[in-house]
């Protein structure tokens, strides 16, 4: 724990940058890409979710491009621990296409329960990283309800909140499995971490 300040704009471009050459991705401007105004449309008639939220909330992860609704390293346009947070949400996603192949994209689209189980991958990755930034557990519980927005059944919800309670028991004593996070922590440990002292989020979000 070097400091407890939040990372600069320009760390935030240097991290991303990093993080999106370890894992051979590209970053897109979401707002100004075509085939996501597509994709938001193709979602929210197959109920998946709501074309406006889309565009506007979600970052997706496609072959190697990730499309961000914000800009990288604009305080203005959301808060750059998130940001951060975001990031490697989307890389430990690109792991999981890499580690998968051919088959992830029509299971994420097609089926809610192996979406469900992505999510709640990507959804441990931040659950890590958050612990180690504010050394606070964010809430299994809150983390599977957001899988509402993805079209995921009761069924599936539970399914994922139970795997998240798993991993919250190893994250409460500093342990970290996802890939992408271990690669984040070992560059910001490298590059001056930022180890805040105070919560994210309100308490109720938290174990």
Known sequence: MITQKEPTPQQVKDFAEYMFKRFN?????????????????GLDAAGIVNQKKFMKYYSVNLLKRVYFPFEIGN???????????????????SIQHRTEGFIYIPNYLFSSCKRANYEADAYRANMEIHYWYTHKVISPAVLADKLRNYGCTPADMAVACRSLEVA????????????????????????????????????????
């Open 75 to 93: 305080s203005g346009e959301m808060w750059l621990p998130n940001q951060v947070a975001i990031i490697i949400h989307e890389c430990q996603h």
């Open 25 to 41: 991705l590209n970053a897109i401007d979401k707002r100004k890409a075509w085939e996501m105004k597509a994709l938001a449309w």
């Open 168 to 207: 919250a028991k190893m994250v409460k004593h500093g342990g970290v499995v996802t890939e992408a996070t271990k690669v984040a922590i070992t560059w910001w440990e490298q590059n001056e971490s930022h180890v805040g002292q105070g919560a994210l989020l309100p308490d109720r979000y938290y174990l």
